[in-house]
């Protein structure tokens, strides 16, 4: 952490003004690692899939309606307790566990409060008698305009903006599925008392993709990622067993341990990528969330592990079967029709189900009210109106109305269909970027005999490349420095460094991770040649100041 | 615009709530672009002076300390009137405008109060009374953490962020001016009303540079970037003129027409950068902001104007001389010193100005406050002493004490220096990447008999290269599918389209912009080579398959 302030990777933000919990600087080095993680990300969950994923960019702000229909306003909540004499407030869950030495995870409101209660539990800083465990939401609210009344919030996760919009971006890419949306950006969470420093921040990088599909047909491109996976199923948590067990995705899915395909097939992807980062395999797994765990709009999720030296095992990515929920609840919300049209190979006969109203019997009910009605069951699909019938019994209530029983029908027909309207299922692959920020430093971070070489793998390396005149004379500081402006055009991110011995100057680059060094000595005068220092492996070969790029480049490419 | 909403470049976000006014979502097609231009940017302001200038990223979200600080609480407002009977409300200097057709700019709320009560300005909805002017801050509101009383805005600059951690950059950096902070990042401005679309973003990622340096001494490398300048001064904008002028960038610094170098020599990156995404020098230049259209923090201003087809003169950038006013008010508010030291060349006597007081005399009149009145004197500079001494006569009034003029002096003396303590100035270029967008599909789009071609520049072109097998026949389709793969494994972006004659797919890959495009015909399957289509002069050239990836790059290089 010394390290990452001293040489600018990262440190909190408004120090000056000392400093706010969970938000964070990212310095010079900070950001161009990030950046590089970033465009390594792009390249694996978009690039590389390009075929099929495509990327776009939201607003951060987004309206209240938005996170009602997704669910956020209700559910994106913390347990908070307030001391009743002096103010403070605390995470509920958080203060027990640490009072108490207990798991409190997944409990209610009502259920913490009764733990407080029973353990006669105090305000740890003054003493006083606490509240009852309130929901504290944790989204960041503003208002958009001048009128008080139109509320907005910060967006805790990209993936509003994607579901948003999902039908625009699929009519403009002529309508194909699978369609994965990918976004790279800002998010928000007012965490109630953030820790941990960059662990968890209220302000981050999210890199996510919704992947719509159709969970009936649309088959993974086993052929680029695919393989073995270590995960550790919830019922295997629940019996209390800790350690990832490995399977190959494949069987995973089939044995029913990843309930879907293709976030079984995301998974794999992130495997790589992390990996990429410089995390062995051995170093991660995917451990699937208890019911209680998970978010309200997900069937599955798993949480990517990665085991770094600062603070044992830390989850860097979330990967969430999100179903229909989102589309389905923003059908619901904005009245719009988010389903795709699949078309069957050739028609075929389907039986559908309808919903017949006894318009005679209504009429003398509703009256003039029986278009509403209408326009209400319109707006449900047949199967919730079974659902609905089925709970009353001489009336039933139905978007506000109560109405007889017996006027409202389902029907099965028998249709002939070109194909069939179905709402795309999700599955989502969720990552931080400055979390990532933190495992590659913790695990390229190594010590040689008193000296820090950060072994950043070199594709992602923020500086790629150190250019040092042996001695500061003025013929070796001339030619040193038209080698770095030469590299600079070229593209590279280069470091001069003039000052102090040749070896300090190696163990300042060495210290933020630069790959190569390259030094300019007298041979190079007489003969056009420069040596090229391997950060790792410290071995130096020489070669044609003229063959730098290409051979700079081969290098960093493995 | 119809071209970019269908084809994916942009449309209003949340459209299937009925959008929210001053919010854009960027599709597939402009979020490639819009990176693009974001990297071509960085290329030019960080890349290009990376012996000088780094990028570092700030959270968006700050505490209110550092708004108020940097002046926005009290500054950044535009005025507003309510109608007394309807509750709507309306910028009140465009409902004059609009509805008296009279220039009002940078009059002050009661003179525009003044207007609508002599003028009997009305309601446009209702016809009600307006109320009196009122000022309304810009800042989206909102509160960090549990406790209402934390409240934070989101920030409408990135500045600020690169204000508050310029002394960390600065040692991290070893502590040498001139250093240029950038930093690319959404910002958020709420607007009373944007209309504009795209133009009047309410959330919008802004690029900019806070280049800190001694304004005494460090001179900019005229090398680089240097020459012609077309700007409009704001003394002619007052005589009238509304035509530029074209001066050399020294000349305009010499004759005071800019007066920072450091502005002029960004504004000259400024005109390059803007030029490489498709503006003729004749179509864009420099308008000098008048005192009253300038913000708070800015001796000058200069915003760089590019004539759009939609829009006529639109702002891509803004070119401040912030001088040290930002890191001054920080200093005053955060009470830590953000001064740097300059060694002089050799030590030298220098005269230095100091503020005496007589304790004996102060003790009497202020007893024990008399240390109180010690701390704000040393807050202050002695030149600003000296200020405060001159307006009273008896008694002078210093940080809240009451004081005799006499027993407070500022004296000069004569002393050895090695150096001096500066507030570095501040020269800024700021740009907002979404605007850029819009002027770079408004300059390349073009209509030839009847098809849209997008020219955009081929560096920054979202789509780099179509594949298309001639007609649809299996051979022709696995070939054309394998060079697909081919090229997206070597990094480019490529569009495979295989449906509808080739005229069509030409057509399609024209209209959004393709420079490139590939068609494999019969002869590819006897000779290996396929044919590359140029999307401007429809030139094409057959070339060896495996070829394709360094051909592609040097055409794509120019």
Chains 1, 2 share one sequence.
Request: glycine letters at 8%; hydrophobic letters at 40%; charged letters at 30%.
């Amino acid at each position: 952490m010394d390290l990452a302030k001293r040489r600018g990777f990262f440190w909190p933000s408004y120090e000056i003004y000392g400093g706010v919990a969970g938000f964070y600087d990212l310095g010079p080095l900070g950001t161009m690692l990030k950046n590089n993680i970033v465009n390594l990300w792009r390249k694996y969950f978009v690039l590389k899939h390009q075929d099929m994923v495509v990327e776009i960019e939201t607003p951060i702000i987004a309206p209240e309606v938005v996170l009602r229909a997704s669910g956020h306003l209700e559910h994106f909540t913390d347990p908070i307790v307030e001391c009743l004499k002096c103010g403070r407030k605390y995470r509920a869950d958080h203060l027990i566990e640490e009072q108490l030495k207990v798991k409190v995870e997944g409990l209610r409101g009502d259920e913490l409060t009764k733990i407080i209660r029973e353990s006669n539990l105090r305000c740890p800083s003054c003493g006083g008698e606490l509240s009852k465990v309130m929901e504290f939401n944790l989204l960041f609210r503003t208002t958009i305009g001048p009128y008080s009344s139109d509320v907005g919030y910060l967006r805790p996760e990209a993936a509003q903006g994607m579901f948003t919009a999902f039908k625009r971006v699929y009519v403009a890419l002529r309508e194909r599925l699978p369609l994965g949306i990918a976004q790279i950006g800002r998010v928000a969470r007012n965490e109630i008392s953030p820790r941990q420093g960059m662990v968890r921040l209220r302000e981050f990088t999210i890199m996510e993709v919704e992947f719509f599909h159709n969970p009936e047909s649309d088959e993974p491109p086993w052929d680029r990622f695919s393989g073995k996976l270590r995960i550790l199923p919830a019922e295997l948590r629940a019996r209390g067993e800790e350690r990832p067990i490995e399977v190959d995705v494949n069987e995973a899915v089939t044995e029913g341990l990843i309930k879907s395909k293709w976030l079984g097939y995301w998974m794999c992807v992130a495997r790589d990528f992390v990996h990429e980062l410089g995390v062995d395999y051995g170093e991660m797994y995917f451990e699937e969330k208890m019911p209680y765990e998970r978010a309200h709009y997900s069937v599955q999720t798993f949480d990517q592990l990665v085991r770094v030296s600062r603070w044992g095992w830390i989850e860097v990515s979330g990967h969430a079967y999100r179903t229909d929920y989102d589309l389905r609840r923003h059908m619901e919300f904005s009245g719009q029709d988010l389903t795709v049209f699949k078309p069957y190979p050739e028609p075929k006969l389907v039986e559908v189900k309808r919903v017949v109203v006894d318009r005679a019997l209504l009429g003398r009910v509703l009256g003039g009210s029986l278009k509403e009605l209408e326009e209400v069951l319109r707006k449900l699909r047949a199967e919730d109106v079974e659902k609905l019938l089925a709970t009353g019994s001489g009336e039933v209530e139905v978007g506000g109305f109560r109405v007889p029983r017996e006027a409202i029908r389902v029907v099965k027909e028998v249709e002939k269909a070109s194909g069939v309207r179905i709402i795309p299922h999700v599955a989502e692959p969720s990552f931080g970027a400055e979390r990532l920020v933190l495992v590659v430093l913790d695990k390229a971070y190594t010590e040689e005999g008193g000296r820090v070489v950060l072994r950043i793998p070199k594709a992602i390396a923020p500086i790629k490349v150190a250019v040092f005149p042996l001695v500061e004379r003025e013929e070796l500081i001339s030619l040193a420095k038209r080698i770095y402006w030469e590299l600079v055009d070229r593209g590279f991110t280069v470091l001069y460094d003039e000052s102090g011995s040749i070896g300090r100057r190696y163990a300042r680059a060495d210290e933020i991770g630069v790959p190569f060094a390259i030094t300019v000595d007298f041979q190079s005068l007489e003969d056009g040649t420069v040596t090229i220092r391997d950060r790792d492996t410290r071995q130096q070969v020489r070669v044609k100041i003229g063959e730098l790029p290409n051979q700079l480049r081969g290098l960093l490419e493995g």
